[in-house]
């Protein structure tokens, strides 16, 4: 008997609705729905809580090929859990680029060094560009910590792809306009993020 079978087979054993087992299991009734349809499986924990709640193991609950589906899944799932923690704080970080004297500025032959804030020798269209750059980046990443559990498709697909988008794109625009520093601070989170997204694969 397969997982989903078993589930409604206890549940209707102990005269529950769909809602009562989900409030059991603090999970939502469309969870519930999901894992006796056969669409899906709970993640480790909840089965613990399924398997506690009924008085059975989990090796009750789950086959062999199943047991492994869910621990695929789950390590799946962390692993997306900490790439997006991951991207997310460096993106965050991104704003320090704002306040760290990171630029650089040649004034009668000498170059002085300053925070972005305190930079009025550039171009104001050059002031404006690092600050697009660095607040999308910034902006991205209070996204990503934010939406961690999204489950928007488009957003899980491309939320890596644009990350690492706008940090080559903000490197570019600092090595082009000779800023070396900030060039290299965002560079360095670009490799960072190629590291773990060709671990991830």
């Not at 469309?30 to 193991?57: C, H, M, Q, V």
């Not at 989990?58 to 790439?83: G, M, N």
């Not at 170059?111 to 550039?122: P, T």
């Amino acid at each position: 008997m397969e997982f989903n079978q078993k589930l409604q087979e206890l549940r209707k054993q102990k005269s529950l609705t769909q809602e009562e087992l989900a409030a059991t299991l603090f999970v939502s009734r469309t969870a519930i729905s999901k894992w006796e349809s056969g669409r899906g499986y709970p993640n480790i924990d909840s089965l613990k809580e399924i398997a506690n709640y009924f008085e059975i193991t989990i090796d009750e609950l789950l086959s062999s090929e199943e047991l492994l589906t869910v621990a695929k899944e789950d390590t799946k799932k962390k692993e997306k859990r900490f790439c997006d923690l991951v991207f997310g704080l460096l993106d965050f970080s991104a704003i320090m680029l704002i306040f760290l004297p990171f630029f650089a500025v040649r004034i009668d032959g000498i170059i002085k060094e300053g925070s972005l804030l305190s930079l009025s020798e550039i171009a104001t269209y050059l002031r404006i560009s690092y600050f697009i750059i660095i607040v999308g980046i910034t902006a991205l990443g209070v996204l990503r910590l934010a939406l961690q559990n999204c489950s928007f498709k488009f957003w899980q697909k491309y939320n890596n792809l644009v990350s690492m988008i706008l940090n080559a794109l903000g490197a570019l625009v600092f090595i082009i306009s000779q800023q070396p520093y900030a060039a290299i601070f965002l560079f360095s989170f670009f490799i960072i993020k190629a590291i773990i997204s060709g671990k991830k694969r």
